[in-house]
């Protein structure tokens, strides 16, 4: 099975600030890698697929990269909207999940 | 419009049984691989399990091999997972979902206590 360690756990930012989260894949997952959004109490909205693709609706201030087994999520010019838990996913294998990374703001 | 409807949740006592259903529209449901995935409460999400578009292939996570069954019917657009001995570590919302993709259902909450 294909482990995701995904981190920080927990993020402090300021209006403005530019954020980045990680998630290293156990093995290589050839960029089948997706990025969601929680808010709580909704279901989780996909942000980013296949490494940096992003999904219809999502700002540009969101972006991804990596390959291999290294992958970045970042959120540039965090505004209050922001305000959420990120959890990566790979896809190339069954489904793994990161464990999340939860976003606050200063 | 692609709508993903969970229901069947509910409490039940540990060692019991429970059957959570998904009525999926505005897609051919028969097209596509789909997935339960779940989350405790205050805790991070979990993949439980995954079908293939045909119902041919069925995948699981460790701790529910043997105990959770997910099955398909493509005439009724209906997603399906059968809980089994269910346990107090499976108490969460499930959600099923379309593949790794941005289709979620709302979730419904499982709460396994006696």
């Known amino acids: 099975d294909i482990q995701m360690t995904q981190s920080p756990p927990s993020l402090s930012a300021s209006l403005g600030d530019k954020v980045t989260i990680t998630c290293q894949a156990s093995?290589?997952?050839?960029?089948?890698i997706a990025w969601y959004q929680q808010k709580p109490g909704k279901a989780p909205r996909l942000l980013i697929r296949?490494?940096?693709t992003l999904e219809s609706g999502t700002p540009s201030r969101f972006s991804g990269s990596g390959s291999g087994r290294d992958y970045s999520f970042s959120i540039s010019n965090v505004e209050s909207e922001d305000i959420a838990s990120y959890y990566c996913l790979q896809y190339d294998n069954l489904f793994t999940f990161g464990s999340g990374t939860k976003l606050e703001i200063k | 419009e692609v709508q993903l409807v969970e229901s069947g949740g509910g409490l039940v006592q540990p060692g019991r049984s429970l059957k959570l259903s998904c009525a999926a529209s505005g897609f051919t449901f028969s097209n596509y691989y789909m997935a339960w995935v779940r989350q405790a409460p205050t805790k991070g999400l979990e993949w439980v399990a995954s079908i293939t578009n045909s119902g041919g292939s069925t995948y699981y996570r460790d701790s529910v091999k043997g105990r959770f069954t997910i099955s398909r019917d493509n005439a009724k657009s209906t997603l399906y997972l059968q809980m089994d001995s269910l346990r107090s570590e499976d108490t969460a919302t499930y959600y099923c979902?379309?593949?790794?993709?941005?289709?979620w259902g709302q979730g419904t909450l499982v709460t396994v206590s006696s």
């Open positions: 979902t379309r593949g790794a993709g941005p289709y």
């Open positions: 093995q290589n997952i050839n960029k089948y």
């Open positions: 296949y490494t940096s």
